[in-house]
């Protein structure tokens, strides 16, 4: 027995040493099949490049909030517009859908393949319409809150919990000191109220009727394709952490090699995205001027004191409704300003890198109000209530990662892998 468990070892040694090298030669590992980085639907291709980012023209308040700088930006994938509606509305349902799988124990056993087995969520499973609701009774809002005796979610209750590793952490530390630490140390979770906050129009602006569209924006079919507003930083960057999971969990069903990850572009990437390939233009479209040569407005903003609807826009409306840029991209001057992943600084030009520049700090909510100022997230683009000095592609301004209103979106991207995606040729 033991002289034939002599035989199989050897056998397979030399089946491993055959697959793994040809005639002795250093070959690499073999089997590996060539991939090309697919690209998102409903992105655009931003290919690597180089530009001068900052104020066009004169800096009249010579408040120097974006001097002018030359920058690489490496190739990523940008969504060519800004989150609609209907494209949040899915993550909302995704939410739903895994908290009342959880509180009805909807779940199976996962074995990781070392020994250590848990309970996942089953999505296989459908949901019997039939159910004894008692389970998921917390969800809904109870008789006493419920609105003309209509069954409702209680939107308060919608929360989406994530992890993440933090990758600077790690790397802030030497090398020896590194290999002492548990990567537990480094895995973070956040918690975070998904719901949009509906109520942005009538608080945005006093002593003006906004009821409306705070009643139907968010949910009514007719502004399924329109930007989704109220949404906070940390929504927007919970969005896009579910977006790739999303996306992922399909290439691992099919044992396809999964992507880089969806996430808020930096200022950088923004401004470098906007101009379109173009160097010192003043806005995404190329020229010095908001409208055409037939008199027609290239954007959603605000035109004059009191004038909103000359450009063809009294509110948001909806994405794609003007020209694109040359890279493709549409309303990335007015209609809703965009976040960014770039924590706010007066000189960040100044200091940052010329190589992928960027500035991230994150601020807990609970750290005092002497951190407020740290919690500062810089917008870029202007929005349908704007002047156009805040659609020009330098001009850089913010708001809190806590604070949502009615005219700030966003819009996802993620970074290519490869150098090129030209290596296809």
Known sequence: MKKVNLILLTVIAIALVGCSSENGELTGVLGRRQWFHPQPIGSVYIPTGSIHIGATEQDVPMAMLAPNKQISVS????????????EYRQFVYAVV????????????????????????????????????????????YNESESYYRQKQLDIRKLEYKYTYIDLKAAAALKRQDAYKRSRADFKKEKIVKIYPDTLVFIRDFTYSYNEPLSQVYFWHPKYDDYPVVGVSWHQARAFSFWRTQHLNSFYDRHEEPTTTE???????????????????????????????????????????????????????IRVNSYFPNDFGLYDMSGNVAEWTSTAYETNTNLFSHDNNPDYQF????????????????????????????????????????????????????????????????
């Not at 500062?376 to 002047?387: L, Q």
């Not at 001009?395 to 090129?420: K, L, W």
């Open 75 to 86: 190739a990523f994938y940008m969504d060519e517009t800004e989150i609609t509606n209907n």
């Open 97 to 140: 859908d895994s908290m009342m799988r959880s509180k009805l124990e909807y779940t199976s056993e996962f074995d990781n393949g070392i020994g250590t087995t848990y309970q996942v969520l089953d999505y296989e499973k459908r949901i019997d319409k039939n159910i004894d609701m008692g389970a998921v009774q917390d969800m809904y």
């Open 262 to 316: 969806f996430r808020l572009p930096t200022e950088y990437e923004w401004e470098y995205a906007a101009r379109g390939g173009r160097d010192q233009n003043l806005y995404p479209w190329g020229n010095y001027y908001v409208k055409n040569a037939k008199g027609c407005s290239l954007a959603n903003y605000k035109p004059g004191r009191g004038e909103y609807v000359s450009d063809g826009g009294h509110y948001p």
């Open 362 to 425: 994150e601020v807990k909510e609970d750290d005092p109000d002497i951190a407020e100022t740290l919690k500062r997230k810089v917008i870029r683009g202007g929005s349908w209530k704007d002047v156009a000095y805040y659609l020009q592609c330098g001009t850089r301004t913010y708001e809190y990662q806590d604070s949502c209103n009615s005219y700030t979106g966003f819009r996802c991207v993620m970074s290519y892998i490869g150098r090129s995606n030209k290596d296809k040729k």
